[in-house]
């Protein structure tokens, strides 16, 4: 079966921009989860959406911001970019219950210039 | 809050030796932990998942145990081979607080030298 799939690849954005990613989950998932990656900070959740509902959300600014759609598919979208956003933004899809693992995609690679 | 923390930070074998990963976390009340590979610049590959019933799980070379009581994973690889080398996570799914999230280890960077 078809896995995650994340895109685009890789972005380069100027600072003060907007930048929107998306993730297309494994089929039957309904839980979409987004990570951020950065040398100095590791792995850090940014937000869980489940049936088109936000479940949870990590510790970012609200320039970070998300949707899912009906066909579970997610996007997210961070608003005037700063240097410091340049990182992999890592999507994950999960059946959605609590005993179920994640499965990752290959990520999208942002840089702000 | 959970903290999850893997010792070592980096770690260089000679192929074919048997390797061990550590992963320890914080809080004992979690539903399972999860144990990922990923290559340079790449996504996240699951290797194992350990619900908190299970004390162990082992897929090919890998075995992965846990002990939730005292807050420790580990990940044994058997005769290591040069196509291991990546970084190595482990990723806690927690209840009580907020839940649907993974938390992660600062991972292991293994290098298996030919």
């Known amino acids: 079966k078809a896995g995650v799939t994340q895109t685009p690849r890789y972005l380069i954005k100027t600072r003060g921009q907007q930048v929107t990613l998306s993730c297309s989950p494994i089929?039957?998932?309904?839980?979409v989860s987004w990570y951020q990656q950065t040398p100095g900070q590791g792995l850090q959740f940014l937000f869980e959406?489940?049936?088109?509902?936000?479940?949870n959300k990590g510790n970012f600014p609200g320039r970070f911001s998300g949707r899912q759609f009906s066909n579970s598919r997610s996007e997210m979208n961070v608003s005037t970019l700063e240097l410091g956003d340049s990182a992999l933004y890592l999507c994950?899809?999960?059946?959605?219950?609590?005993?179920?693992?994640?499965?990752f995609g290959s990520g999208t690679r942002l840089t702000v210039v | 809050k959970q903290e999850v923390t893997q010792i070592p930070a980096a770690l260089s074998v000679p192929e074919g030796e048997n390797l061990v990963l550590n992963c320890s976390f914080t809080?004992?009340?979690?539903?399972?932990l999860q144990w990922f590979r990923q290559d340079p610049g790449k996504g996240l590959t699951s290797l194992l998942l350990?619900?908190?019933?299970?004390r162990e799980q082992t897929s090919g070379r890998l075995n992965a145990s846990l002990d939730k009581s005292s807050g420790r994973s580990t990940l044994y690889i058997a005769a290591s081979q040069p196509g291991d080398s990546a970084t190595y996570l482990c990723?806690?799914?927690?209840?009580?607080?907020?839940?649907?999230?993974?938390?992660f280890g600062t991972g292991t960077l293994l290098a298996v030298q030919p």
């Open positions: 809080d004992s009340a979690i539903y399972n």
């Open positions: 959406y489940f049936s088109e509902t936000q479940r």
């Open positions: 994950a899809s999960s059946l959605g219950r609590e005993n179920h693992g994640y499965t």
């Open positions: 350990i619900q908190s019933s299970q």
């Open positions: 990723a806690v799914h927690s209840y009580g607080g907020a839940t649907n999230k993974l938390i």
């Open positions: 089929s039957g998932h309904r839980s």
